[in-house]
């Protein structure tokens, strides 16, 4: 689904009247983050945000892991599976599974980490810690009360902010942006602050800053004349990392997020690419909902997240995990 227009901020008489409707929602979700969770014997880091749609969750969730791994800690990410069949606990096999089966976030995490999907989240991190896993890294989450968090991360897209601050379907909102950064330990702001989502935020939170830049195989696309599509939440991202990495748009192309290709739309994408003498491009997580028959045709560009202070991701880690008792005793 795209959502709503109305979502992203302004007046209009259709969020007043999904208030009531909202407001019902709201309390929906803090009665279920207010169940108690499993406390898991290992560290458990959550990268989760206030809002419906993407933040940047996934890309956070990935440097966490790496960083977490570079330090010595087998950790392992879990997810939901959105967008995926099967319900888990499972070990992601990236040559055995497909979008279908795991979501397409699961995929691009399986390719770099341990992985696992399960809607159980409890079930998940059991599932992790007997393969082996001394941390868990959530992608996504912030909502669920399966498991106790040892730290939370609330994922902010700098360019979307909270939308327009209202609670889902009335505007973008899980529940209340206070709610959300009160189970948080810090703040992950990607990007530049555009929609001054910061004031919304408690003054003591902590903040930490980066921002979503070009892969190393960007650099193959300066230069060159490209047709860029893409099914995420904020396309705008996506054409604004071509641009950066010097990319020419000929021409562009949005679906809805998690959206699932089929032949007949990559025919005609790649159709419209060559009519344009443009070389067809996407990113990792729209390539992975590619049927594999075109997948040779279509270049991709990945991002990375940049820290401004990364010696401040590795301090607050590195507390995490060493004030787990299973760490220490292990």
Not at 3 to 21: D, H, M, Q, V
Not at 27 to 53: D, E, L, M, S, Y
């Amino acid at each position: 689904m795209r959502a709503p227009a109305f979502w992203a901020g302004g007046g209009g008489i259709l969020p007043l009247l999904l208030s009531p409707i909202a407001a019902l929602y709201a309390q929906a979700t803090a009665r279920r983050v207010a169940q108690p969770g499993w406390n898991a014997p290992v560290p458990v880091i959550c990268c989760g945000n206030a809002t419906a749609g993407g933040a940047g969750k996934t890309t956070l969730a990935s440097d966490i892991a790496a960083r977490l791994e570079r330090a010595g800690t087998a950790a392992h990410v879990l997810l939901r599976g959105y967008g995926g069949r099967l319900k888990g606990p499972v070990r992601v096999d990236p040559t055995l599974h497909k979008a279908a089966d795991v979501g397409d976030e699961a995929l691009i995490l399986a390719a770099l980490h341990p992985t696992w999907v399960s809607a159980d989240r409890e079930a998940g991190a059991r599932a992790a810690i007997a393969a082996g896993a001394q941390a868990i890294v959530m992608d996504d989450g912030l909502q669920n009360p399966g498991l106790a968090k040892d730290l939370s991360l609330l994922t902010i897209d700098g360019s979307y902010g909270f939308g327009n601050g209202r609670i889902i379907p009335a505007g973008p909102l899980r529940e209340p942006v206070s709610a959300a950064a009160g189970r948080c330990q810090a703040a992950v702001l990607i990007g530049e602050d555009e929609v001054g989502a910061l004031a919304s935020l408690p003054p003591a939170l902590p903040v930490l800053r980066g921002r979503l830049a070009p892969g190393a195989d960007a650099a193959a696309m300066s230069g060159r004349s490209v047709f860029a599509f893409c099914g995420i939440a904020n396309p705008g991202k996506f054409f604004a990392t071509l641009v950066e990495s010097g990319a020419q748009i000929a021409g562009r192309a949005t679906f809805a997020d998690h959206y699932p290709y089929d032949e007949g739309d990559m025919e005609a994408l790649l159709k419209e690419a060559t009519a344009l003498r443009a070389t067809p491009v996407t990113t990792r997580k729209d390539f992975v909902r590619i049927p594999e028959k075109f997948r040779a045709a279509v270049s991709v560009v990945t991002v990375t997240l940049e820290w401004e202070d990364p010696e401040a991701v590795d301090a607050l880690l590195a507390r995490t995990v060493g004030t787990s008792k299973a760490l220490e005793t292990a």
